[in-house]
């Protein structure tokens, strides 16, 4: 049985278009460039194609939070709250990887942001944007605090869908083709390599994919060369996903 992202539309075959057409947005990569040499310019010395980057792999998957069995086993129609479980299993998936995990802790735990500054090097930008991309894509959380639906942290363990792992391989296998980045490849590479059904979704885990949730929806107030850029490409980033998924969505469902 294929793995959906819609009743008849493949999950693989809507998460490439999208991530397709973000590697095509003009729009991304100058809002990438522009980026780049304002972090530059305060000393972080972050890569324009790492930004465009993170941005590819977030829509590769903005839909992954679908690939659990909850949803699989569904309708296929309604996916409500997709994109929290999509947020919260790449939570776990980088909280359980030994080369991730320290930034993570860092960018999620209880210590206030020293400096007003949640971006510190490449790893933070990276961790940051795809995780926005994954919960955001719809726009959902917009100058609201999140609190994770009971329904995603219900049940201590999830399954990714068996016939779902074979898309997610396939799509990550895909992006080590397209990207180029050393620092993005590395994330893929790991998510590949530490993909797993069984996923245990904990209060840990729930508290931490909040907490940087609040902390990147609350960047906008801190008045900061390096906060605004980063706000500023994240906004693109977000719109960007957004744009492409609708659109992908709108012609694979002609006829549907």
Avoid at 50 to 55: C, D, G, Q
Avoid at 63 to 86: E, V
């Amino acid at each position: 049985m294929p793995c959906y992202s819609y009743i008849n539309e493949r999950w693989f075959n809507h998460s490439k278009d999208v991530a397709e057409r973000l590697l095509r947005d003009e729009r991304l990569r100058i809002a990438a460039k522009r980026t780049s040499i304002i972090l530059k310019s305060e000393g972080l010395d972050i890569d324009y194609s790492l930004l465009k980057e993170a941005t590819v792999i977030g829509g590769a998957l903005h839909d992954i939070g679908k690939t659990l069995t909850m949803y699989q086993k569904g309708d296929l129609i309604h996916f409500t709250g997709h994109d929290q479980a999509g947020a919260v299993v790449l939570t776990y998936f980088l909280i359980k990887d030994q080369y991730f995990s320290d930034r993570l802790l860092k960018l999620t735990s209880n210590e206030p942001i020293m400096k007003g500054r949640i971006v510190e090097n490449s790893l933070d930008t990276l961790i940051i944007t795809t995780f926005s991309a994954v919960l955001m894509h719809h726009y959902a959380y917009r100058g609201e605090y999140l609190e994770l639906r009971r329904e995603i942290i219900g049940h201590h363990e999830h399954e990714i869908a068996p016939e779902c792992l074979d898309d997610i391989s396939a799509i990550l296998d895909w992006l080590m083709e397209v990207i180029t980045n050393d620092v993005s490849r590395q994330l893929v590479q790991r998510l590949r390599n530490n993909l797993v059904s069984k996923i245990l979704i904990d209060h840990d885990i729930k508290r931490r994919a909040e907490t940087l949730y609040g902390r990147i929806n609350r960047r906008l107030r801190v008045m900061n060369t390096v906060y605004n850029a980063i706000s500023t490409f994240l906004e693109v980033a977000i719109a960007s996903v957004n744009i492409a998924d609708s659109n992908s969505a709108r012609e694979s469902r002609k006829g549907i």
